[in-house]
């Protein structure tokens, strides 16, 4: 174990954690809402540190990310435990369960990044379940890796606080943020969570990092036209070339109701479009996902499944207008 970050100490051994909006107070013994902080003896401790569920190397765009370094591979790692807790969870088995782990330090996963480099990866992906809750291990490795020219990618709920995340982002390349939904009714039923500080958390990491948003679609519970149309009005209002994935349900975790229909994702698609440039479909075979030029709707990067093709950018710029393209990075 390693003793936490962002914690208070209180009356009768008691520790109230800081990490994220929760703020839960406990007791010695207790662990947080997340499972993987726990008081011992008045201080608080992460049982997580170096400890992984998963390890992989995957196409980025799996993220998803489509406009971070378009094309590469990532190394992707996670462990245990989550500070939501999502009835449709799609990685309920490490997020909600006691799955096995496998210790690896900083310097190991550095060491695994810099050997896929040839191979076409461009760093680490904190992903899979929650990281967020893995925070003193993603902030010594993201450090280390940044000091030796590797990415740091975060996929993430973004149900943390402002101070902790203030501290990452200097040393994180991208993230893909979770907004389940535009609606609190939804975070706290089925969440057990609010969505204020996840709005608050992308508006400040998209000042300072590249942010891109996936979104969830569930029938009968966030696939109101109006409510995705709100969500994307309020991404356009801090920036316009933010891209949205709107990814199809499947049946998972404790939701067992049918699969998104094919015409409400193409519905959900269009109405984000009208504030949105960039809205792109996730875990369904319909639907167009290339990127196209602003300036001349040039074709950029083609997409196939998770088959990717730079066709019309080189350098930054659109090969057909000589328009710089700050919205694709890499």
Known sequence: MKEALYY???KDQQV???LCPHHCLLKPGQKGICRVRINQDGLLYSLNYGQLTSLALDPIEKKPLYHFYPGSLIVSAGTFG???ACSFCQNHAIAHQEPETQWLSPQDLLLIAQRYRPQGSVGVAFTYNEPSIWFEYVRDCAELMQAHDQQVVLVTNGYIEAEPLEELLPFIGAMNIDVKAFRDDFYRKLCKASLAEVKERVEQAAQETHVEVTTLIIPGENDFLEEIEALAAWLASIDET???HLSRYHPAYRFDRPSTPEKTMLA???RAQQHLKFVYLGNIAAGNNQTH???CGQLLVDRSGYQTRLAG???GRCQECGS???YVIG
């Open 293 to 295: 030029c602003l300036a």
């Open 313 to 315: 950018l080189q350098n």
């Open 82 to 84: 989550c500070n939501l």
């Open 242 to 244: 933010i891209p949205l």
């Open 16 to 18: 109230r954690c800081c």
């Open 8 to 10: 208070q100490t209180e």
């Open 324 to 326: 710089e393209v700050p």
């Open 268 to 270: 959900a698609k269009e």
